[in-house]
């Protein structure tokens, strides 16, 4: 699935993947990327074919990790890259082939969140996901300042939104500010993506979406892109 907003006089364009196969999350990615970034920006957002539909488990990880640098090999033409997960899928080997910034969301929101507080706590979707996450912040040298917590939803059931989903993620907010100290949140799954605004207004604290934050490092990043 691709999503593209045409540009004919673009400064600059940036490729956005969503590495898991859900269409449901890549409409949400590009939601958020048309509402963030510049009107002179192009943006295309897709996902490769046969991936999960959801990255929960370290199995989901190793089939969708070729599939997405795949993707990246065969758009090599874009000034700036987002993978819009909270995970450093391809990013390593993304940056050695593309010649262009790749943006880690997880690295992009914790910059951000490091902004605004010393206690940061990551909400994420489904518990197998957390390991992962653990492992990912200790390799960016976060793992004093950040926590992570799982709201107990799908990736597809917090795209899909609804009051249950909302009373989950309020709830696993208010556990991370009142046992974990956390002055900041960080949404950690491309699912959450678009929620960030109206949840720092309903709890009175900053909300970083990850997504966002990747969208407007990267944006940063094609401006300084040495022209060729």
Do not use: W
């Not at 004919?8 to 409409?27: D, F, K, M, W």
């Not at 206690?119 to 518990?127: D, G, K, L």
């Amino acid at each position: 699935m691709s999503i593209q907003t045409e540009n004919l006089t673009a400064q600059r364009r940036i490729l956005v993947v969503n590495p898991n196969g859900s269409p449901e999350v890549t409409r949400l990615i590009s939601d958020t990327a048309t509402a963030v970034l510049h009107p002179s920006t192009a943006v295309r957002v897709l996902h490769p074919e046969g991936s999960p539909r959801s990255i929960e488990t370290r199995a989901d990880r190793r089939r969708a990790e070729p599939l997405a640098l795949d993707l990246l090999s065969r758009h090599r033409d874009f000034d700036a890259y987002v993978m819009a997960c909270f995970d450093d899928i391809a990013i390593e080997s993304g940056r050695r082939f593309l010649g262009a910034p790749i943006v880690c969301a997880a690295e992009a929101a914790i910059s951000v969140a490091r902004m605004f507080a010393t206690r940061i706590a990551i909400v994420t979707t489904v518990e197998t996901m957390v390991p992962g996450i653990r492992s990912l912040i200790a390799s960016l040298g976060a793992e004093k300042v950040c926590t992570v917590r799982a709201a107990g939803i799908g990736v597809a059931s917090a795209a899909a939104g609804g009051a249950e989903i909302d009373r989950k993620i309020d709830e696993t907010i208010e556990n991370a500010r009142s046992f974990d100290g956390a002055g900041a949140i960080i949404l950690g799954s491309g699912g959450l993506t678009g929620r960030a605004g109206a949840l720092s207004l309903r709890h009175g604290l900053p909300v970083i979406d990850s997504i966002e934050a990747a969208l407007a490092m990267a944006e940063l990043g094609a401006r300084l892109r040495p022209k060729k």
